[in-house]
């Protein structure tokens, strides 16, 4: 018998005479006879070429290896025992890990709420977070690095060869410096706004809204004057308190209540809704591999679709 054919039933036959250390009410305990339990122990010993046992006519005890065998064979039969169980209940979803990536603002609201949810739902899966850009999650996917992200674009338009599901709309408002002229007036004209300089997210980050965004110049007949590309929602907020210029935000971001800017919905615009001059509503979306996925993933993604409706 080698290392790698010494079996469970052999550990049990171990740990009832290490507990017992008497043979023959080990074998009792085991439902067996004596002589094939002292042949068993004989043979384990001979396979790991050292003595487990002193055997005397009058006593059995344990040699310090045989000591030091004990709690890691107990550890070894216990975890055998949990298998079974731990099996179904990975079947189920019930354990695992769901690697989930978000952008910047639905770490405002979504993400909190639904990890405290989740894991008072599902205490048995691990669910690790990253906050990145929809382009860093797309090369993060490619790589198997994620399971699913959350992503945000204009309606319908997220990224092609991804399961989606909706979870939020909401439209952009325009975030002013405090200072500017513009955030005194109770309602500015949408065509004064359009006219200040832009501080906005690179294209590669967004694609649909950035385009939803310069559409919105474009249908107004002007071009954008862009001051400062910036990645993260905070960094664009934090650009435009030091009066480098406007932004377009998604309503959510008004929750990061920075000093020295004033948000403006597209109510308070003067102009904005007319002439086909339409403002940019932007989509949160769940996203995922399409194909099969784990089941603690559609664990997962059951438990937010319960929670969004969808």
């Known amino acids: 018998m080698s290392e790698d054919s010494i079996d469970l039933?052999?550990?049990?036959?171990?740990?009832?005479?290490?507990e017992e250390l008497h043979f023959g009410r080990a074998a009792q305990r085991l439902?067996?006879?004596?002589p094939p339990l002292t042949q068993a122990i004989a043979r384990l010993e001979r396979t790991l070429g050292v003595r487990l046992f002193d055997r005397t006519r009058r006593r059995v005890a344990l040699t310090p290896a045989g000591e030091a065998l004990v709690p890691e064979v107990r550890a070894l039969l216990a975890q055998a025992q949990a298998l079974p169980a731990r099996a179904r209940a990975a079947a189920a979803g019930e354990v695992g890990r769901v690697r989930l990536a978000f952008v910047s603002t639905a770490g405002f609201e979504q993400v909190p709420a639904w990890v405290r949810a989740f894991r008072a739902h599902s205490p048995g899966v691990a669910l690790e977070l990253v906050e990145a850009t929809g382009d860093v999650q797309l090369g993060a996917f490619a790589r198997s690095e994620i399971d699913a992200g959350l992503m945000l674009h204009t309606p319908g338009s997220a990224p092609a060869g991804l399961a989606r599901l909706p979870v939020a709309t909401e439209p952009m408002v325009l975030a002013l410096p405090a200072r500017h002229p513009l955030a005194?007036?109770?309602r500015p004209a949408l065509a004064q706004v359009l006219a200040e300089p832009l501080v906005i997210f690179p294209r590669r980050i967004v694609p649909s809204l950035y385009d939803a965004v310069m559409a919105l110049y474009a249908q107004a007949g002007c071009a954008a004057q862009v001051a400062q590309e910036a990645i993260q929602m905070q960094t664009i907020v934090n650009l435009v308190a030091g009066g480098i210029g406007v932004a377009w935000v998604p309503e959510s971001v008004t929750q990061f209540r920075r000093a020295g800017v004033v948000y403006r919905s597209g109510r308070?615009?003067?102009?904005?809704?007319?002439?086909?001059?339409?403002?940019?509503?932007?989509?949160?979306s769940l996203v995922w591999p399409a194909?099969?996925?784990?089941?603690?993933?559609a664990r997962f993604v059951g438990f937010v679709?319960?929670?969004?409706?969808?």
């Open 268 to 284: 308070e615009l003067r102009g904005a809704g007319r002439h086909g001059t339409v403002l940019p509503v932007c989509e949160t």
């Open 291 to 297: 194909g099969p996925t784990s089941p603690a993933l």
């Open 31 to 34: 439902a067996m006879t004596q």
């Open 184 to 186: 005194q007036a109770p």
């Open 305 to 310: 679709r319960e929670l969004v409706g969808g």
């Open 9 to 18: 039933r052999v550990w049990r036959q171990f740990l009832a005479v290490a």
